[in-house]
């Protein structure tokens, strides 16, 4: 980074342009603890249902009330974010999320003859949920104070592979530690990793000084004075909104395969403990992989809009196929095993890749200063996603079996197709750019 863009950052306190990635780290390590919760904790789905006596509506409500949380508290937490700044609201976020898993691991688990209701566990995940919802904004909002436009894009995409990258230690793990060793180890695991990080968050996570409090009102004095006109509120901006309903829609499949996959490869397609947290690691994998290279590669070619497009119609495409394949299939035997595995992992690869994309969009559109309302807006959409879609999953189970459940996914990934906004004229991107140069 040269000295102009240095200059830009605004950097004090003996601060160097390579403490970005600092500041990245953090955001990666804050998600991928969070993740590690909210996509780990649905691949012990087989063992939530028989350790906690829940039947598959129960364990849809369970799951669901955790998406619920933070589909809940984004919005609060991203207005919060732009106020107080990133590293308050982590930092809070954070230790009251690990508080949260560490309750739940001490006062919510089977023990004996004891098994706490399913009230008691739902309402135990919705509080995680809840004070969990604070690391995504933040952690957005930080990335995006530290690096410029043409670099944000691999940026963000590195900080939202720390989700599926968190959501495969968790599937590695967790299934292993709620079998063995009971749910208070899994919880207690996860309590430590956001606890570590908050950690690292103190140590690292420092604003540019031209964010912080008075941010907002710098950026819009420098807007007013260099002639760029001030961006709407990101609560009134369609374009936003567009894109933040498009990524809600398009959650649909992956969510579908992050929350009953491992009951689908359990109950059709037969498949071993071992098996399913080898395929559930692997979408994980294959996705953080795939936002990496697409962040990196949409940042060369200026196409962020086009390829969400791209893969809401590759998704449908697999989504649909894995529907017919699921209704054609009539004997279970281990090459279909292997069949149904390949085709989740593509599935849930593809219905993951465009996360760290279309964020960096959003963020792009609102300007740093509003950076944390922008993302809080896509979260919401995302986890109202993750609340409903395990809700929705045992009606279409009992009304037409997974064909139903695959075929309605896809559906859904289709739809996100026309509601995601079209390429952004060449100057209207100027524009951004040159409200991101302020």
């Not at 991203?78 to 739940?104: E, Y």
């Not at 004070?131 to 690096?147: C, H, I, Y």
């Not at 570590?196 to 604003?207: D, P």
Request: glycine content about 14%.
């Amino acid at each position: 980074m040269g000295s102009e863009t240095i200059a830009g950052l605004g950097l004090s306190g003996g601060l160097t342009a390579s403490h970005r990635w600092k500041v990245l780290g953090v955001g990666f390590a804050a998600n991928a603890s969070f993740s590690a919760a909210f996509s780990g904790i649905p691949t012990t789905a087989v063992f939530l249902r028989s350790g906690y006596h829940l039947g598959n509506e129960g364990l849809g409500l369970v799951l669901g009330m955790l998406g619920l949380g933070i589909a809940v508290s984004e919005l609060p937490w991203g207005l919060l974010t732009d106020r107080w700044g990133d590293r308050r609201v982590l930092l809070l976020g954070l230790l009251s999320t690990a508080a949260a898993l560490a309750g739940l691991a001490l006062f919510v688990v089977p023990a004996g003859a004891h098994v706490p209701g399913v009230m008691t566990l739902a309402l135990g995940l919705l509080l995680v949920g809840l004070l969990g919802g604070s690391v995504n904004g933040s952690s957005g909002r930080a990335v995006m104070a530290w690096f410029r436009e043409g670099e944000r894009g691999l940026a963000m995409s590195i900080r939202q592979t720390a989700v599926p990258a968190g959501g495969g230690l968790g599937a590695l793990l967790l299934p292993m530690l709620a079998s063995r060793f009971g749910f208070a180890s899994a919880y207690g695991v996860l309590a430590l990793a956001c606890a570590i990080t908050a950690g690292f968050a103190w140590r690292w996570l420092h604003e540019p000084s031209h964010t912080g409090a008075d941010g907002a009102r710098e950026v819009r004095d420098t807007a007013a004075t260099s002639g760029v006109p001030a961006r709407v509120s990101p609560l009134r901006d369609i374009g936003i909104w567009r894109v933040a309903l498009g990524a809600g829609a398009l959650c649909v499949p992956q969510l579908a395969v992050v929350t009953f996959g491992t009951v689908f490869l359990h109950d059709f397609s037969r498949a071993g403990v071992l098996a399913i947290s080898v395929t559930m690691a692997a979408v994980q994998t294959g996705a953080a992989i795939a936002r990496v290279w697409s962040g990196g590669w949409t940042d060369r070619r200026g196409n962020r809009r086009g390829y969400m497009r791209a893969c809401s119609l590759l998704t449908a495409v697999l989504f649909a196929s894995l529907a017919l394949l699921t209704g054609l299939a009539r004997m279970h035997h281990m090459a279909m095993t292997v069949v149904f595995a390949v085709m989740v992992v593509l599935g849930g690869v593809s219905a993951s890749a465009w996360h760290g994309v279309a964020f960096t969009e959003l963020a792009t559109l609102a300007g740093t200063s509003r950076a944390g309302t922008a993302l809080a807006i896509g979260n919401t959409c995302v986890f109202l996603a993750l609340f409903l879609t395990p809700l929705a999953i045992p009606p279409l189970l009992s009304i037409g079996s997974w064909p139903m459940v695959w075929a309605v996914t896809s559906v859904c990934a289709l739809i996100a197709l026309p509601v995601f906004p079209r390429a952004a004229r060449e100057t209207k991107v100027r524009t951004a750019r040159a409200c991101d140069a302020t």
